[in-house]
């Protein structure tokens, strides 16, 4: 069964019905409305857990590791999704206020994610963890120092909560995006309007927005339990960029 931290927004929807088409029981948190009912229909129980979506809320991850033992006895996958889009040049823009919400938003989140389910699935023998970053995790990034900062920071965790937990049969990995067709996305970069749409499009080698149901579907490789020698690793899913 595998444990989807924020089944409300961002990919969060489209990974719970990839994971119940492909066998999986799922954990979650204020799912979007009528998921539930979808979920169910494709076959998969559904548990929803009491407490907040967003995985920087102190105990929003431990509620839900409890509930995946809770009903189901075990937890063999769990993802998370976190950040805080904080644009503008360090020089001209950046304040301290801007430093500390982009790194509770994209550090605090995931630092609390793993420190919820890693130990547990120790605990119960293993697991597979993803922790979903930014592809500016891997470059400079013009117009959000501090978001790329904070992605970076976040994924070097990914890398050395994998490096210390391999043996005990966890692995731990992380995808970073960026250029994503979401309603986020769309309302940071003003990709709403078409012209802008366009300009934004030009600058993906691909040409296009990356959509929820095919990223799902490539973090499924990471969740189901088909594929489990690999860990500590960080993939861009950008287009390309």
Not at 47 to 71: C, I, K, W
Not at 144 to 160: F, I
Request: proline share 4%; charged share 20%; aromatic share 8%.
């Amino acid at each position: 069964m595998a444990l989807v931290h924020n089944a409300s927004a961002y990919v969060g929807p489209a990974m719970c019905r990839w994971l119940a088409a492909h066998g999986h029981d799922l954990v979650v948190a204020e799912p979007a409305v009528g998921l539930v009912d979808e979920l169910t229909a494709l076959g998969s129980t559904v548990e929803v857990a009491e407490g907040s979506s967003n995985p920087a809320r102190e105990g929003a991850t431990d509620a839900l590791v409890a509930a995946a033992f809770g009903r189901f006895g075990r937890l063999d996958a769990a993802v998370a999704a976190s950040g805080q889009i904080v644009g503008g040049r360090f020089v001209e823009d950046a304040t301290f206020e801007d430093f500390e919400r982009v790194v509770q938003g994209c550090m605090e989140a995931p630092f609390r994610f793993l420190k919820s389910v890693v130990p547990a699935m120790i605990d119960h023998g293993g697991g597979q963890v993803l922790v979903i970053t930014s592809a500016t995790a891997a470059r400079a990034t013009k117009g959000a120092p501090l978001y790329s900062m904070a992605r970076a920071g976040a994924t070097h965790l990914v890398r050395n909560v994998a490096a210390e937990v391999a043996r005990r049969n966890v692995q731990v990995n992380a995808i970073g995006t960026n250029f994503m067709d979401f309603p986020e996305f769309r309302a940071a970069t003003g990709a709403d309007e078409p012209a802008v749409r366009e300009r934004i499009e030009a600058a993906v080698p691909m040409g296009r927005l990356g959509t929820m149901e095919e990223f799902a579907a490539m973090c499924g490789v990471f969740l189901d339990g088909t594929s489990r020698f690999t860990t500590g690793q960080f993939v861009t899913y950008a287009g390309g960029w």
